[in-house]
């Protein structure tokens, strides 16, 4: 989703070249994942990933859901975190980094990501920045709670706000090294049989946005969505949009420095789950 939706050609190739390199140097065997041509791709050539850089806009958004109608139909898709965990723990994957997950959005509409109960489902470990920013954040955690998905705050005891590290939701669980993770993830699927963990990877505070105006932006953007009637998967790339205008791309800039930072949290928690 990062590359496809979530950030501009020719900035999103460039950040999957790095987020590779990135697991890379922790150690570990970067594999990004995307549906090309009706195929589950589990790792992409220099040529597709290109492909699937440029031509993201034009890619669908497939969720654990609808997977097996892009594959059946041969389309091409973009992954988003339910769909990706499916198909990496599939392939034998038990780690792998994303943005921010889906969650449930602001309002009353009642609209939940299908993140949320495929990783109750699967035993898969995502690090990420919280969910994004543009969702309703203590609902996002309460639910995954309740589905039993267990969230760990990795360095910090709140729940992170993507763009910013704090979001006032306090976590019942922190960790502050790799080892001790990968323990807990060890115990919770070796020895329990359970499902997903949310490891939250606050964005380093070098690069976090400043909170009130990101929350300006954010409720500027979800106002012009509802006069335009947009909902559904077309609501979170418009935000992002918006987002990036509002913030003469800092943004975008966020996103990269938190996507990077993600991805070496996961890059160092698959090397040592493979210890």
Not at 53 to 64: E, N, V
Not at 73 to 79: E, K
Not at 224 to 236: D, F, N, S, V, Y
Request: aromatic share 4%; charged share 20%.
């Amino acid at each position: 989703m990062t590359i496809a939706h979530g950030l501009p050609w020719p900035d999103n190739l460039a950040i999957a070249r790095e987020l590779e390199a990135t697991v890379r140097a922790a150690g570990a065997v970067p594999a990004t994942i995307a549906v090309v041509d009706g195929r589950a791709q589990i790792g992409l050539s220099e040529e597709m990933l290109e492909r699937v850089a440029r031509d993201g806009a034009r890619f669908a958004k497939a969720s654990a859901t609808d997977l097996a109608i892009h594959i059946a139909r041969g389309s091409c898709a973009a992954t988003t975190a339910s769909a990706t965990a499916v198909l990496a723990a599939r392939a034998g994957i038990r780690v792998f980094a994303t943005g921010g997950i889906g969650g449930v959005h602001r309002g009353d509409a009642g609209d939940v990501s299908h993140d949320l109960v495929a990783l109750a489902r699967t035993p898969i470990a995502v690090v990420s920045a919280g969910a994004k920013a543009i969702l309703d954040l203590p609902r996002t955690v309460e639910v995954l709670e309740s589905l039993g998905v267990l969230v760990i705050g990795y360095r910090t005891g709140e729940f992170p706000a993507f763009y910013t590290g704090t979001s006032g939701v306090a976590l019942d669980h922190r960790v502050d090294t790799v080892a001790e993770l990968a323990a807990i993830a060890r115990a919770r699927w070796d020895d329990l049989e359970a499902g997903g963990i949310v490891v939250c990877n606050p964005i380093p505070e070098a690069a976090a946005l400043d909170a009130t105006s990101i929350d300006i932006a954010i409720a500027t953007a979800l106002a012009e969505a509802t006069a335009a009637r947009i909902t559904g998967k077309r609501l979170t790339p418009f935000l992002l949009a918006r987002l990036a205008q509002a913030t003469g791309g800092a943004s975008i800039r966020a996103n990269r420095a938190l996507a990077v930072h993600n991805a070496q949290v996961a890059g160092e928690l698959a090397v040592a789950l493979g210890g």
